[in-house]
Structure formats: C-alpha cells, structure tokens
C-alpha cells in the first residue's frame, strides 16, 4: 500500500503563484511515475502534469509554460510550481502514483486526498 498526502494549497490572486508538495509514504518501491491532477466542482478529473522516475516530463496543454513538476526520488516527494495561476485552475489538485508514466487517470493506483487550490480574479 502506497500513502499520499498532498499539501501546499491555499487561496491566491490571479498572477500569483503556489506549489504543491505531495510525501509518498508506505510501499513505494513500485511507483515509477508520479502525477497531479485536478477536478473543479462539476466537472471531471483532469490531467495536469507527471514524471517518471527519471524525470522524464509531460503537462497538460493548458499549463505548459506556467507550471513545473519536479521529483525528489530519495524523499520519495513530488512537486508542483503553479505560476502565473488562473481562476480556471480552480480546482482540488491531487496527487497520484502509477507504475509507468502516463497521462490516463485509470492507470494511477494510489491517490492522495486531495488539497484546495483556489484563484481569484
């Protein structure tokens, strides 16, 4: 069993910037890839951004060039640099563990609870 805990959320002015840390905890010898997703009220979970074990990169469209995802391996940690934020990013952003990268939630086999992100125009 794999335990993640997303922390660093909180509630920011559009243009402002905020990062995530997630702490993987338990049996993590299987995680090979790490990943942030977010899900607004009302709307589907979405992908935001992963990255492999060594460090190989992907984003969604809608932040390249706005956030950063990073992984700390021997801290088993990941973490999210949202600049430049928007009030669509708006969202409960979670992160999630899964053997390869991929973009496809159904992949992931652990998930943290989740943590608030909110934007204010």
């Known amino acids: 069993q794999v335990q993640l805990v997303e922390s660093g959320g909180g509630l920011v002015q559009a243009g402002g910037s905020l990062r995530l840390s997630c702490a993987a905890s338990g049996h993590t010898f299987n995680i090979d890839a790490m990943g942030w997703f977010r899900q607004a009220p009302g709307k589907e979970r979405e992908f935001v951004a992963a990255i492999s074990w060594n460090g190989i990169t992907h984003y969604a469209d809608s932040v390249k060039g706005r956030f950063t995802i990073s992984r700390d391996n021997a801290k088993n940690t990941v973490t999210l640099r949202m600049n430049s934020l928007k009030p669509e990013d708006t969202a409960v952003y979670y992160c999630?563990?899964?053997?390869?990268?991929?973009?496809?939630?159904?992949?992931?086999?652990?998930w943290g609870q989740g943590t608030q992100v909110t934007v204010s125009s």
């Open positions: 999630a563990a899964a053997p390869a990268i991929t973009y496809y939630t159904s992949q992931y086999h652990s």
